[in-house]
T-cell receptor, first 114, second 114 residues
Framework: SAVISQKPSRDICQRGTSLTIQCQVD?????MFWYRQQPGQSLTLIAT?????????ESGFVIDKFPISRPNLTFSTLTVSNMSPEDSSIYLC???????????FGPGTRLTVT | AQSVTQLGSHVSVSEGALVLLRCNYS??????LFWYVQYPNQGLQLLLK??????LVKGINGFEAEFKKSETSFHLTKPSAHMSDAAEYFC????????????FGAGTRLFVKA
């Protein structure tokens, strides 16, 4: 299994600003995923980030709002841009096995937008 | 398309009682099925997974789940609940048509009464 860390663990931001969340993995992985978990709800996939290619966004999520970088096999960032209170959520990164479908999750970033 | 339905958003059991969390899935091809647990203010942790081997899958912390194709179910059980089992549990499905993407159920909050 992989060990994943995220920074920051939580933040309170003002509307209209942007926040970049970092995800660091202790081993090289091909696939990384970014999820949003709104209060009391399940996980919604934002995008899949593979190293060396553009992130693939799910329906309802766009690159201008959630730009993602994946500069190497152990690191990724997700930016939440031009934030509004509706962006208040937990943002989770995860990594998947190349030949298995299980995922390993970071501890999450709890974002509150005021 | 894949989907997951978890029956019961909240389940309450007494300490020492049987835990049963229900999950039904829909997939057009043989699925990979997972149960994840999320403790407060933490990311998700893999409890167990079904990947077309034995239909009865044993996981961590005494949990197990049985894959029943005829019922399209993957219910999670534990013979005797412990206070530390109180958490949110997510059933998830993935298959090779989704590019390693995983669909999560809505989650079931387990309460354990002393």
């Amino acid at each position: 299994s992989a060990v994943i860390s995220q920074k920051p663990s939580r933040d309170i931001c003002q509307r209209g600003t942007s926040l970049t969340i970092q995800c660091q993995v202790d081993s090289q992985v091909t696939m990384m995923f970014w999820y949003r978990q709104q209060p009391g709800q399940s996980l919604t996939l934002i995008a899949t980030a593979n190293q060396g290619s553009e992130a693939t966004y799910e329906s309802g999520f766009v690159i201008d709002k959630f730009p993602i970088s994946r500069p190497n096999l152990t690191f990724s960032t997700l930016t939440v841009s031009n934030m509004s209170p509706e962006d208040s959520s937990i943002y989770l990164c995860s990594v998947g096995g190349d030949y298995s479908y299980e995922q390993y999750f970071g501890p999450g970033t709890r974002l509150t937008v005021t | 398309a894949q989907s997951v339905t978890q029956l019961g958003s909240h389940v309450s059991v007494s300490e020492g009682a049987l835990v049963l969390l229900r999950c039904n899935y829909s997939s057009s091809v043989p699925p990979y099925l997972f149960w994840y647990v999320q403790y407060p203010n933490q990311g998700l942790q893999l409890l167990l997974k079904y990947t077309s081997a034995a239909t009865l899958v044993k996981g961590i912390n005494g949990f197990e789940a049985e894959f029943k194709k005829s019922e399209t179910s993957f219910h999670l059980t534990k013979p005797s609940a412990h206070m530390s089992d109180a958490a949110e549990y997510f059933c998830a499905v993935s298959d090779n048509t989704g590019g390693f993407k995983t669909i999560f159920g809505a989650g079931t909050r387990l309460f354990v009464k002393a």
